[in-house]
């Protein structure tokens, strides 16, 4: 398996969609970076040479933020929106959905199971 910014992208899997296996990259970014890099897009991951994978790494570093800077980015303008107590943030804090969803009869993803009400019935 390639190794690219630490993440191990599958190598029977052509590159432009292996790519996709490092966190903020999607289908446009994995696509842009081939196209610059000069990589044929339909190659496998696993006949890549050391030297195409060091050109695919150095232009990921060099124009975007992906992995642990990205995921640390969004916890930080998280957190920036629960300090202020701003509406986005109480939503959050809340574990509510925070881009205007209904809540009343959805909304399971967000705000977990059900709470039981009864608890379970036993056979005396």
Do not use: W
Request: aromatic content about 6%; some cysteine; overall charge positive.
């Amino acid at each position: 398996m390639p190794r690219i910014l630490g993440v191990d992208i599958p190598k029977n899997k052509k590159i432009e969609f292996s790519l996709r296996y490092i966190y903020g990259i999607g289908p446009y970014r994995a696509e842009e970076i081939l196209k610059n890099t000069g990589i044929d897009p339909d190659k496998k991951a696993g006949q890549l040479s050391d030297e195409e994978v060091s050109r695919i790494t150095s232009f990921i570093q060099s124009h975007y933020k992906v992995e642990g800077e990205l995921r640390r980015e969004i916890s930080q303008s998280i957190r920036r929106l629960i300090d202020i107590s701003c509406y986005r943030g109480a939503r959050h804090k809340k574990g509510l959905p925070v881009r205007g969803q209904r809540t009343r009869c959805n909304a399971r993803t967000r705000k977990g199971p059900r709470p039981r009400v009864g608890g379970i019935k036993r056979n005396k």
